[in-house]
């Protein structure tokens, strides 16, 4: 809620500033509705990823437009086979989702055409969840356990973009610069009866495959490496960028 609030009152702050900076140039749209498909989340994590927005621009203020999205997520292992001799990884489970909402100001008096092309301002909220879930087979004794996880993350930003109309109907979307603040909460458990030594060994390589493949949760990792290892909380600010594209009708 706290974050939505936020939102919310960067959309009506900036509202009456769009408004007064821009009510003699705005242009009245042909088209008020665009569906989009966003690749960023395949290029980036995994090609079985989907994300898909529909916005709507505003009936009564034609240079503003709702955008929601939602899209499926999957995320890169962290571990998988063998691992140093000791343990089997077989993964069983790996899903996910993200959603979010802009709310978009279209600069009328820098835009030749009518919203949704040209240059626009955007403050947005979006998240993501993650769990993923594997059978873990001990190789040096007949022992069976498993390892899993879960992701959550929040991000509150704001943005400049550029949205291409070409041929009449095809959008090319891009989000150029959108400072980010995000809040993580991250938990995983390695489950399986080992003597100490072996599971602070593989304990090691966990915190090694977060640290390759999800930087900002090395935050949670401090002090003793191997005391560092199940849960943790975190705020961090970032960037957002991404391309999309749609088709308006």
């Given amino acids: 809620m ?8 960067s959309c009506t702050t900036l509202s009456p500033f769009c408004k007064a900076q821009d009510s003699s140039y705005i242009k009245i749209p042909k088209h008020y509705n665009v569906v989009k498909f966003n690749p960023t989340p395949m290029l980036l994590w995994n090609m079985d990823n989907a994300t898909f927005s529909y916005e709507r621009i505003q009936k009564y203020r034609p240079n503003q ?40 100001f279209y600069l009328s008096r820098q835009n030749a055409q009518p919203a949704p092309s040209g240059v626009y301002l955007s403050p947005f909220l979006s998240y993501y969840g993650y769990h993923f879930s594997s059978d873990v087979e001990c190789l040096i004794a007949p022992i069976q356990g498993t390892f ?37 909460a991250f938990q995983r458990k ?41 849960s943790g909380k975190t705020f961090s600010a970032g960037m957002r960028y991404n391309v999309q594209f749609g088709f308006k009708f």
Avoid at 151 to 171: E, H, P
Avoid at 204 to 211: G, K, V
């Fill in 190 to 230: 390695l489950d399986i009866e080992l003597e100490k030594e072996d599971k602070d060994v593989v304990n090691e390589e966990i915190n090694s495959a977060i640290d390759k493949h999800f930087p900002i949760l090395g935050t949670f990792l401090n002090g003793d490496k191997l005391s560092r290892t199940e």
């Fill in 65 to 104: 437009s709702l955008i929601v999205s939602a899209g499926y997520l999957i995320l890169p292992s962290l571990l998988e086979g063998n691992v140093l001799n000791l343990i089997n990884v077989h993964s069983t489970q790996k899903y996910g989702i993200n959603v979010g909402v802009d709310y978009r």
């Fill in 148 to 184: 899993s996880g879960t992701l959550q993350v929040w991000n509150l930003g704001f943005g400049l973009g550029y949205q291409f109309v070409i041929a009449k109907r095809i959008t090319l979307d891009f989000m150029l610069l959108a400072p980010t603040f995000s809040h993580y």
């Fill in 2 to 9: 706290k974050y939505l609030l936020l939102i919310l009152l």
